[in-house]
């Protein structure tokens, strides 16, 4: 699925960031800003997590923005990007004009989960004075050192790195050099290294760094000097390029030299491929970019390779993976494929990455004389998987769509959504087939290609809802086997859709999900999304009661995300907001919603405001019901902001009121005009409502924050 995130401004958001900071009083209004700034930030990454682009560990914010501070590699591709600029601009005028508040948005970065705010949370600890070493040693090590060695903060905590060699004192010195040299943890590199490519892949690590910080005038301890100079000694290869300054500037280069250069006369090139090292990380040549330019020579190397069953896996994965990035040619599958159809099953388990994504690229080109061969080589790989699988890390749908099981099935999919399935025909026998064989859960290595199948449910039971009730659903059952039961599960809400009868066919199993929110990780939320929807849409298929189990088993958080897509159910509704809310979303406050104490959180409160606004003419009704549910939160600049440009305050303003009363906590230091607006507007409504102790309270608040 394609996807671009805009902001809502109107035009080019760079330019007008230009425009605003050529302005005399920038410097003081991006510091009022700033906690909006992170707000904006924050939303742009939970939609990008919701589609799939961002987690706890990677947000690939390094490729749109490759540096926090202005840079060449940056681009303004991204329009969401200038939040970032937004961002560490206001904090830095924080740190200057207002250091209380420059740490009290640092300690709100630190709780956000994205490693983009880690990148802004190194980048402040190594421009500012606001931390002495030994906080910005603790922030570099933060999470056991994880962002010292990940990708996506590699600048940044390089920046930071440096300037703590020069300053620390000798004792947590040694501590941060010990941390560097143990090198990085094991579970950041792909699980299939072999061991003496993973010791190559940390020594690298701890080499570059210690290298780098040398070079740079950094301070190396004796100790570091040691292992520095055994690396060197052990990788003579290695050496770092003159125009390589510094990573954190001009970001990583190639520190293994330039690659051989190949022959490129087939007689040549044959000897040069049979003799080409397997297992030495470090070497390089350009039989990539001969697969690229010379895609036919390359194949006749192949060809004649296969011939003398000479199947270098270096050799042949990046042929692969290269023909896979390419255009798809299925004259390659003509040509490869009889070959790797009849390769050994070690050959295929050592391609399979490769191998798989070269399968899948070609799915949507087959012709009709191909696909025969092409079903074959899928299940090669199937017949090729691994024989155990440990999910007990979490994450299947990331497991399940970089695993070459995961890869075909999706080729799989690809290839039969190309005949535009009807609903009800049945499932064809060639993908029927492959599907059933999934469905076997001794098959353990298998478990990716049925998270993959599952994220594919919905059209599955449309086309076949006899095999899909029979085969797949009873994968769905929490009792048989809860691991499977959670990759399937998180396999669906990957990207859920759902309808009356689906929705007939599994309901005890929907329900029952529940119940294990905490065991889906990310996909709770889409649990909590996709639960209301039902309510809202298919209410006639549950009773009140089943309902009302369902929702009390969401933990706070998925409560606060229910009501979020209450608020914007309702919002979309339109000109039938009023009906919307009549006899959708109050019936299913009322009968069904959870009432303890125990479940509100500020973030369900803000959904509720906008509840509340939304629902149009009933805005008293709304208020009516909810407010005895809000809470006070920091969290109300947006709510109040849309009851502002309601103009609701004026025609309801004791209802206004008491909404504001409820929701707006004091401890909130940087209050916007949007509060004072929607003040002003009470008072032209009804202006007795200034002498009340609520109005005061709100009142006394802005001018406190000379609102």
Same mark, same amino acid.
């Given at each position: 699925?394609?996807?671009?995130?805009?902001?809502?401004?109107?035009?080019?958001?760079? +330019?007008?960031?230009?425009?605003?900071?050529?302005?005399?009083?920038?410097?003081?209004?991006?510091?009022?800003?700033?906690?909006?700034?992170?707000?904006?930030?924050?939303?742009?990454?939970?939609?990008?997590?919701?589609?799939?682009?961002?987690?706890?560990?990677?947000?690939?914010?390094?490729?749109?923005?490759?540096?926090?501070?202005?840079?060449?590699?940056?681009?303004?591709?991204?329009?969401?990007?200038?939040?970032?600029?937004?961002?560490?601009?206001?904090?830095?005028?924080?740190?200057?004009?207002?250091?209380?508040?420059?740490?009290?948005?640092?300690?709100?970065?630190?709780?956000?989960? #994205?490693?983009?705010?880690?990148?802004?949370?190194?980048?402040?600890?190594?421009?500012?004075?606001?931390?002495?070493?030994?906080?910005?040693?603790?922030?570099?090590? !933060?999470?056991?050192?994880?962002?010292?060695?990940?990708?996506?903060?590699?600048?940044?905590?390089?920046?930071?790195?440096?300037?703590?060699?020069?300053?620390?004192?000798?004792?947590?010195?040694?501590?941060?050099?010990?941390?560097? !040299?143990?090198?990085?943890?094991?579970?950041?590199?792909?699980?299939?290294?072999?061991?003496?490519?993973?010791?190559?892949?940390?020594?690298?690590?701890?080499?570059?760094?210690?290298?780098?910080?040398?070079?740079?005038?950094?301070?190396?301890?004796?100790?570091?000097?040691?292992?520095?100079?055994?690396?060197?000694?052990? #990788?003579?290869?290695?050496?770092?390029?003159?125009?390589?300054?510094?990573?954190?500037?001009?970001?990583?280069?190639?520190?293994?030299?330039?690659?051989?250069?190949?022959?490129?006369?087939?007689?040549?090139?044959?000897?040069?491929?049979?003799?080409?090292?397997?297992?030495?990380?470090?070497?390089? +040549?350009?039989?990539?970019?001969?697969?690229?330019?010379?895609?036919?020579?390359? !194949?006749?190397?192949?060809?004649?390779?296969?011939?003398?069953?000479?199947?270098?896996?270096?050799?042949?994965?990046?042929?692969?993976?290269?023909?896979?990035?390419?255009?798809?040619?299925?004259?390659?599958?003509?040509?490869?494929?009889?070959?790797?159809?009849?390769?050994?099953?070690?050959?295929?388990?050592?391609?399979?990455?490769?191998?798989?994504?070269?399968?899948?690229?070609?799915?949507?080109?087959?012709?009709?004389?191909?696909?025969?061969?092409?079903?074959?080589?899928?299940?090669?790989?199937?017949?090729?998987?691994?024989?155990?699988?440990?999910?007990?890390?979490?994450?299947?749908?990331?497991?399940?769509?970089?695993?070459?099981?995961?890869?075909?099935?999706?080729?799989?999919?690809?290839?039969?959504?190309?005949?535009?399935?009807?609903?009800?025909?049945?499932?064809?026998?060639?993908?029927?087939?492959?599907?059933?064989?999934?469905?076997?859960?001794?098959?353990?290595?298998?478990?990716?290609?049925?998270?993959?199948?599952?994220?594919?449910?919905?059209?599955?039971?449309?086309?076949?809802?006899?095999?899909?009730?029979?085969?797949?659903?009873?994968?769905?059952?929490?009792?048989?086997?809860?691991?499977?039961?959670?990759?399937?599960?998180?396999?669906?809400?990957?990207?859920?859709?759902?309808?009356?009868?689906?929705?007939?066919?599994?309901?005890?199993?929907?329900?029952?999900?529940?119940?294990?929110?905490?065991?889906?990780?990310?996909?709770?939320?889409? #649990?909590?999304?996709?639960?209301?929807?039902?309510?809202?849409?298919?209410?006639?298929?549950?009773?009140?009661?089943?309902?009302?189990?369902?929702?009390?088993?969401?933990?706070?958080?998925?409560?606060?995300?229910?009501?979020?897509?209450?608020?914007?159910?309702?919002?979309?509704?339109?000109?039938?907001?009023?009906?919307?809310?009549?006899?959708?979303?109050?019936?299913?406050?009322?009968?069904?919603?959870?009432?303890?104490?125990?479940?509100?959180?500020?973030?369900?409160?803000?959904?509720?405001?906008?509840?509340?606004?939304?629902?149009?003419?009933?805005?008293?009704?709304?208020?009516?019901?909810?407010?005895?549910?809000?809470?006070?939160?920091?969290?109300?600049?947006?709510?109040?902001?849309?009851?502002?440009?309601?103009?609701?305050?004026?025609?309801?303003?004791?209802?206004?009121?008491?909404?504001?009363?409820?929701?707006?906590?004091?401890?909130?230091?940087?209050?916007?005009?949007?509060?004072?607006?929607?003040?002003?507007?009470?008072?032209?409504?009804?202006?007795?409502?200034?002498?009340?102790?609520?109005?005061?309270?709100?009142?006394? #608040?802005?001018?406190?924050?000379?609102?």
């Amino acid at each position: 699925m394609d996807w671009e995130i805009v902001l809502p401004i109107g035009e080019h958001p760079w +330019d007008k960031l230009r425009e605003i900071t050529a302005q005399g009083n920038w410097a003081n209004g991006v510091v009022e800003c700033l906690p909006g700034f992170t707000s904006s930030l924050i939303e742009v990454l939970d939609l990008m997590a919701e589609l799939g682009s961002a987690c706890e560990k990677s947000d690939l914010s390094y490729i749109h923005r490759p540096s926090i501070i202005d840079h060449q590699q940056n681009n303004e591709f991204r329009e969401w990007t200038c939040l970032i600029s937004l961002c560490r601009d206001g904090w830095l005028s924080a740190a200057t004009q207002n250091p209380s508040l420059a740490k009290s948005e640092f300690d709100r970065w630190r709780l956000i989960k #994205y490693p983009l705010f880690k990148r802004l949370i190194l980048f402040a600890a190594a421009e500012s004075t606001l931390f002495d070493d030994e906080e910005a040693l603790k922030i570099l090590l !933060m999470e056991n050192g994880w962002w010292l060695w990940s990708q996506e903060t590699k600048r940044e905590s390089y920046q930071l790195l440096l300037r703590l060699s020069r300053d620390l004192e000798p004792i947590p010195k040694d501590r941060l050099f010990a941390c560097i !040299m143990a090198g990085p943890p094991r579970e950041m590199y792909q699980e299939d290294l072999e061991d003496g490519e993973w010791i190559e892949c940390r020594d690298r690590a701890v080499w570059l760094r210690l290298k780098t910080i040398s070079r740079d005038g950094g301070t190396l301890p004796p100790d570091a000097i040691i292992r520095l100079t055994e690396l060197e000694a052990e #990788y003579p290869q290695w050496e770092l390029e003159a125009g390589d300054r510094n990573w954190s500037e001009s970001g990583w280069k190639d520190i293994f030299g330039q690659p051989r250069t190949l022959p490129i006369e087939l007689n040549d090139l044959i000897p040069a491929l049979e003799n080409r090292p397997i297992n030495e990380f470090s070497y390089k +040549d350009d039989w990539r970019s001969i697969c690229q330019t010379m895609p036919e020579q390359a !194949m006749s190397a192949l060809k004649i390779l296969a011939e003398r069953e000479v199947w270098n896996v270096g050799v042949w994965g990046e042929a692969l993976q290269t023909f896979a990035e390419g255009e798809p040619r299925t004259i390659f599958l003509d040509e490869i494929g009889p070959f790797l159809l009849n390769a050994s099953d070690q050959t295929v388990r050592e391609l399979r990455h490769s191998f798989s994504w070269w399968l899948k690229s070609l799915a949507t080109v087959l012709s009709e004389s191909s696909t025969v061969l092409w079903l074959q080589l899928l299940d090669r790989i199937l017949n090729n998987a691994d024989t155990e699988v440990d999910f007990s890390q979490g994450n299947p749908v990331g497991r399940a769509i970089n695993n070459p099981v995961g890869h075909v099935i999706e080729a799989l999919f690809s290839w039969w959504f190309q005949s535009i399935p009807q609903a009800g025909v049945g499932l064809p026998e060639p993908v029927k087939t492959r599907l059933t064989k999934l469905t076997n859960q001794s098959l353990r290595g298998l478990i990716h290609g049925r998270v993959i199948m599952a994220s594919r449910l919905f059209p599955l039971f449309a086309v076949d809802p006899i095999w899909s009730a029979s085969v797949l659903l009873p994968l769905f059952d929490w009792s048989t086997n809860a691991v499977e039961a959670q990759g399937v599960w998180e396999g669906y809400l990957w990207n859920p859709r759902i309808s009356a009868e689906l929705l007939s066919a599994f309901k005890t199993s929907f329900l029952e999900t529940a119940n294990h929110y905490g065991e889906l990780g990310p996909h709770g939320k889409q #649990y909590a999304s996709l639960l209301t929807i039902a309510a809202l849409e298919l209410r006639p298929q549950f009773t009140d009661n089943e309902l009302r189990i369902a929702f009390y088993a969401l933990p706070p958080e998925g409560l606060s995300k229910a009501a979020q897509v209450l608020a914007r159910s309702l919002e979309s509704a339109n000109d039938r907001r009023a009906e919307y809310w009549t006899h959708r979303v109050k019936s299913l406050l009322e009968d069904v919603w959870p009432k303890s104490a125990n479940k509100r959180s500020g973030s369900e409160s803000v959904a509720f405001m906008d509840i509340c606004i939304y629902s149009d003419t009933h805005f008293s009704e709304a208020t009516a019901l909810l407010i005895p549910w809000i809470i006070k939160t920091k969290r109300f600049y947006l709510p109040v902001t849309h009851l502002a440009e309601s103009g609701l305050a004026r025609s309801y303003p004791e209802q206004a009121l008491g909404l504001l009363d409820a929701i707006v906590d004091e401890l909130d230091r940087w209050p916007r005009g949007d509060l004072r607006e929607c003040l002003n507007q009470i008072t032209s409504g009804n202006d007795d409502l200034e002498n009340t102790a609520a109005f005061r309270r709100l009142s006394e #608040y802005c001018d406190r924050h000379n609102l």
